[in-house]
């Protein structure tokens, strides 16, 4: 079973920028798509972004043109660079695989907030 560490998260003022990484272990990294999902105070787990085997990328409407997501198959780590930071962004994010979630980390808190 891949194990999955996040990390990068903080406290940010809006208009602000984190870059948030996620190691995983095990060589099935490469050949998996991987997403990056949020879970916000009291809502549910929502997709953020993907990137495909072969970096193609996909992102939600909300953070379309904010955050982007990119991978480095040689360190099994997967990134997303946030940019432009809103209070609304605030929430724990998680990566995965995207389609059939292996194990979830322990996900690491983004707070936005002046």
């Known amino acids: 079973q891949v194990q999955l560490v996040e990390s990068g998260g903080g406290l940010v003022q809006p208009g602000g920028s984190l870059r948030l990484s996620c190691a995983a272990s095990?060589?099935?990294?490469?050949?998996?798509?991987m997403g990056w999902y949020r879970q916000a105070p009291g809502k549910q787990r929502e997709w953020v972004a993907f990137?495909?085997?072969?970096?193609?990328?996909n992102y939600a409407n909300s953070v379309k043109g904010r955050f982007t997501i990119s991978r480095d198959n040689a360190k099994s780590t997967v990134y997303l660079q946030m940019n432009s930071l809103k209070p609304e962004d605030t929430a724990v994010y998680y990566c995965?695989?995207?389609?059939?979630?292996?194990?979830w980390g322990q996900g690491t808190q983004v707070t936005v907030s002046s």
């Open positions: 095990g060589s099935i990294f490469s050949i998996s798509a």
């Open positions: 995965n695989r995207y389609g059939v979630p292996w194990n």
């Open positions: 990137i495909s085997s072969s970096s193609m990328t």
